[in-house]
């Protein structure tokens, strides 16, 4: 007994971590978290599941409080959002149809270093990007962003911070209204990954569920308030 709450107690901690980490840069909660169950033992689809049902409530508070500081843009958080609800079903199903497949991981991965890789090189060619005036990203590039982003991070269990965050500061997104923005969509893009996960799979652990749900509730709100006063200049 005491084994099983000390566990609950180190899956909130983790959780809080992951969400204090995913509100004040914009990514990080579902792929810290999935790593961590996928290294203890959980498969893939059910360690996806399981961070995604958590993330309904916790992306809610810290897309709540994010709207509350003024972190957000309505435009970026519309044309994220809504394709973002249909790639992340998608991806909910494909899975829960390809959990066995060894190809899943390291398929989200290399997309991960990838935009890790572009990051970088784009600072060191061109460091003056981030002293130039903000700009608001186009339709045409958010619709398929939000759709790739949630695609991924319902079949890895993360990836829609990641790769949503760092695409729109490259492109001179405000910092702050990217973070938001990206945060506030997540609540709709987690909550259509769910409803297909509690669809497709036959059980869900739902006191694994609890613990992080605890754990990144109490984040979220700190989280947002750190981005208020964060700036990239």
Do not use: C
């Amino acid at each position: 007994m005491e084994h099983r709450y000390l566990r609950y107690f180190i899956l909130a901690v983790f959780a809080f971590i992951a969400q204090l980490i995913d509100g004040g840069i914009g990514m990080g909660y579902g792929v810290s978290l999935t790593s961590f169950l996928l290294s203890v033992g959980f498969g893939s689809a059910m360690s996806s599941a399981v961070v995604h049902l958590s993330e309904i409530f916790t992306t809610l508070v810290s897309g709540a409080s994010h709207f509350y500081f003024g972190n957000f843009d309505r435009r970026i958080f519309k044309y994220l959002a809504i394709p973002g609800v249909i790639g992340g079903a998608f991806g909910a199903f494909f899975a829960v149809k390809y959990q066995n497949s060894d190809v899943i991981k390291p398929f989200v991965s290399s997309i991960l270093l990838l935009l890790g890789i572009l990051i970088v090189i784009k600072y060191i060619l061109k460091k003056d990007f981030l002293e130039k005036e903000y700009i608001t990203p186009r339709r045409n590039h958010l619709i398929p962003l939000g759709f790739i982003a949630s695609f991924v991070d319902a079949i890895g269990g993360g990836g829609w911070g990641p790769i949503s965050t760092p695409v729109l500061v490259m492109s001179n997104t405000d910092p702050k209204k990217a973070i938001g923005s990206v945060n506030f969509a997540e609540f709709f893009v987690t909550l259509s990954i769910s409803i297909t996960f509690l669809i497709s799979m036959p059980k869900i652990e739902w006191d694994i569920v609890l613990a992080l749900i605890i754990g990144g509730i109490i984040a979220a709100p700190l989280a947002a308030a750190i981005t208020k006063d964060y700036h990239i200049r």
